[in-house]
């Protein structure tokens, strides 16, 4: 059974720093594509980041692109989320995704589908 | 990118009645090598995270009941609760994966008994 939990959230100041982490178990991390995504509070759903299966790809938000960073310990099997320079507006519940991905149905621009598990989210506040 | 636009924001409908939620993309999220439509369809209850109900825009999930039904084709899509329970209650998202990144989702539509 897939589960994805996720950890790090808290409250931070604006400029801050803090890392996310998700902890995958059920599937080897490596081989599948992982994503963040964030719900602002009352507010919808926001992809923010995606690294692919096998080769690492990563993917960014414009929103968030050059203070967020993904990555992944294939080792301990967990997705990071390094968030920085936060603002007010990155206030949210960020949940980690599983992504299906990869060859067989790519589009002439994407080999990135749909999220199929979800964790419970870590809430993060910026906030003087 | 591809923007996606839902309607209504909300409805209510009463137990035992059909609800109808309609997305509609930007640009086509069909892809004609294969046939196959870019969308789904994810059902977010309070408090609690997104689940996959649809992908391929009318294939259901594991799991999910047969009162959810997705259709349509191109830029209009829409997800049909045949017969509305007190557990469906919950806000419902389309997302299309045609052209990535970024995976968008529409605005979202909360379902409420009448």
């Known amino acids: 059974e897939v589960q994805l939990v996720e950890s790090g959230g808290g409250l931070v100041q604006p400029g801050g720093s803090l890392r996310l982490s998700c902890a995958a178990s059920g599937f080897t991390l490596s081989s599948h594509a992982m994503s963040w995504v964030r719900q602002a509070p009352g507010k919808g759903l926001e992809w923010i980041s995606t690294?692919?299966?096998?080769?690492?790809?990563?993917y960014y938000a414009d929103s968030v692109k050059g203070r967020f960073t993904i990555s992944r310990d294939s080792s301990k099997n967990v997705v990071y989320l390094q968030l920085k320079s936060l603002r007010a507006e990155d206030t949210a519940r960020y949940y980690c995704a599983h992504l299906q991905s990869g060859l067989g149905y790519c589009t002439s621009t994407s080999c990135l589908y749909y999220f199929d598990n979800w964790g419970q989210g870590t809430l993060v506040t910026v906030s003087s | 990118d591809i923007v996606m636009t839902q309607s209504p924001d909300s409805l209510a409908v009463s137990l035992g009645e059909r609800a109808t939620i309609n997305c509609k993309s930007s640009?086509?999220?069909?892809?004609?090598?294969?046939?196959?439509?870019?969308l789904a369809w994810y059902q977010q209850k309070p408090g609690q995270p997104p689940k996959l109900l649809i992908y391929?825009?009318?294939t259901r999930a594991s799991g999910v009941p047969d009162r959810f039904s997705g259709s349509g084709s191109g830029t209009d899509f829409t997800l049909t609760i045949s017969s509305l329970q007190a557990e469906d209650v919950a806000v419902y998202y389309c997302?299309?994966?045609?052209?990535?990144?970024?995976?968008?989702f529409g605005g979202g539509t909360k379902v409420e008994i009448k």
């Open positions: 997302q299309q994966y045609y052209s990535t990144p970024p995976l968008t």
């Open positions: 690294i692919s299966g096998n080769e690492g790809s990563t």
């Open positions: 640009q086509s999220v069909l892809y004609s090598s294969n046939n196959k439509n870019y």
């Open positions: 391929w825009a009318s």
